[in-house]
């Protein structure tokens, strides 16, 4: 027997970094690849898969997740959103701070770290979110992925919308930050004039596009004053894709969820409350363009922003209803359906979801199958269609807006640093997986688009 533990991969069809594919073989010791070959020589590795059939694709990096922990955990918590990440092959995740406590000092980061090594099946970072007052915390957090800046959308201290404030946040320190961008002035104009409609749909019609660009092109403006690198979150709009095809600097990456790629307003007719998130959904228009602007780079990858409510809370009425919806089961099959059909290659899509987040975040040793990097892999059969189905979803909440869809892509396995986390429907939740480190000396490097 090996001193380390070893599993071997055999036949599966490999993607390379190259964004070709090779049908072949991968050898994992501990948590390491250690060789893909066309043929390895017989394995003494002590566990094995067959994979002839199936796709092998570096696990995903969801780079913007809200798991509840600490504080709201009747919606979710880190042992069951892992669970819903195993099972959706994302195999590490970036969280934000509007727990409870709200993540704003080294603290309360401390506290998540802790948790999530004692109950959290896959990687894990924390983002320290940023108030009116806790910037020595935004300079000295660590680890961490970068300051979560809510420009609105958001209750408390943590929103941030006082020109002066984010001025000084993006004056002070080289860390990343990543902006929830929507204009809280523009929204609570906006509330006043349509306030007393109950119907969803005028959420988006509240928290529309213009409020949208005004706080995109606000902190795009800071970051090329201080050149400081800036993310901007769940871009929805055409008019924002628009603005960053004319004006992106290199130091600036912006990120799509599925839900703005595949839903919009039509939605609130068939699902009401569940459709609501902020920012909300738009038209189909902003679909496409959306899609084009992924395609051609000018968005850089994808995040889905699961943020789990509960089906009593989102059965309240407009406006009480709160805004979020799970993503983490399905983004890659949602993906990998779209690929399949013809709308991007599977290649782009790992792109999206593994290489050009470890790429942007700096995480070392992700988003890719080579000697060297970490096992965090997942095996999709891009061959059988299985429709979304309520009472198989594991995140808490237990409900997902694509429910009923009929995808392709879906995890057979998920590996976390070379241990099997799922397999066929089953989570081993035996695994752990470890704390991400963020490389803050490395260069921003983008890979070109596939
Ligand atoms: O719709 C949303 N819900 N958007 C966010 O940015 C926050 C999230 C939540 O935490 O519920």
């Known amino acids: 027997m090996p001193s380390v533990p070893c599993l071997f991969i055999r036949q599966s069809r490999i993607l390379l970094p190259s964004g070709e594919?090779?049908?072949?073989?991968?050898?994992?010791?501990?948590?390491?690849?250690?060789?893909v070959a066309h043929e390895l020589p017989a394995s003494d590795c002590d566990k094995e898969i067959d994979a002839l059939g199936l796709t092998l694709l570096p696990g995903a990096i969801d780079p913007q997740v809200h798991f509840r922990e600490p504080g709201l955990e009747h919606k979710e918590d880190l042992f069951t959103a892992s669970c819903a990440c195993a099972k959706g092959g994302v195999t590490s995740f970036l969280e934000m701070p509007n727990t409870r406590p709200l993540t704003t000092t080294q603290e309360a980061l401390d506290d998540k770290l802790s948790r999530a090594a004692n109950k959290c099946l896959v990687n894990y970072g924390f983002f320290i979110g940023a108030t009116a007052d806790n910037l020595p915390s935004l300079l000295a957090a660590h680890p961490t992925p970068g300051i979560k800046i809510f420009m609105g959308s958001m209750h408390g201290p943590l929103l941030v919308d006082g020109e002066a404030t984010i001025e000084a946040i993006f004056a002070q320190g080289e860390r990343l930050i990543a902006v929830h961008?929507?204009?809280?002035?523009?929204?609570?104009?906006?509330?006043?004039?349509?306030a007393g409609v109950s119907d969803p749909a005028i959420h988006s019609q509240i928290q529309d596009d213009r409020a949208a660009l005004i706080a995109t092109q606000r902190v795009l403006n800071l970051s090329k004053k201080y050149q400081r690198r800036l993310h901007i979150l769940h871009l929805s709009t055409a008019v924002e894709a628009d603005l960053l095809r004319l004006d992106k600097p290199s130091w600036v990456t912006a990120e799509v969820t599925p839900q703005h790629l595949f839903l919009?307003?039509?939605?609130?007719?068939?699902?009401?409350?569940?459709?609501?998130?902020?920012?909300?959904?738009?038209?189909?228009?902003?679909?496409?363009?959306?899609?084009?602007?992924?395609?051609?780079?000018?968005?850089?990858?994808?995040?889905?922003?699961?943020?789990?409510?509960?089906?009593?809370?989102?059965?309240?009425?407009?406006?009480?209803?709160?805004?979020?919806?799970?993503?983490?089961?399905?983004?890659?099959p949602l993906m990998l359906t779209a690929a399949i059909e013809g709308r991007c290659t599977v290649a782009q899509v790992s792109n999206w979801m593994s290489t050009a987040v470890a790429k942007a975040y700096n995480i070392p040793k992700k988003g890719a199958i080579a000697p060297g990097y970490d096992a965090d892999l997942v095996l999709v059969d891009l061959n059988n269609?299985?429709?979304?189905?309520r009472e198989q979803l594991l995140t808490k909440c237990g409900w997902s807006p694509f429910e009923g869809w009929n995808l392709t892509g879906w995890p057979i396995f998920t590996i976390v640093g070379g241990q099997i986390v799922y397999e066929r429907g089953q989570i081993n939740t035996a695994v752990r997986g470890t704390a991400l480190s963020f490389d803050l000396n490395a260069p921003l490097l983008l890979p070109s688009v596939l």
């Not at 594919?21 to 690849?33: K, Y």
């Not at 007719?269 to 899609?291: C, S, Y």
């Not at 789990?308 to 406006?319: C, N, R, V």
């Open 21 to 35: 594919f090779l049908v072949g073989d991968v050898q994992i010791r501990g948590r390491e690849i250690v060789q």
């Open 264 to 332: 919009n307003t039509s939605a609130y007719e068939k699902i009401g409350t569940l459709a609501q998130m902020n920012p909300p959904l738009r038209q189909p228009h902003d679909n496409q363009v959306l899609w084009q602007a992924l395609k051609d780079g000018v968005i850089d990858f994808i995040a889905t922003d699961h943020a789990p409510h509960t089906l009593a809370e989102k059965a309240q009425t407009y406006p009480n209803s709160p805004s979020g919806m799970p993503g983490v089961e399905t983004s890659l």
């Open 385 to 389: 269609y299985r429709p979304v189905l």
């Open 181 to 194: 961008a929507e204009d809280q002035s523009r929204i609570n104009q906006r509330r006043q004039e349509f």
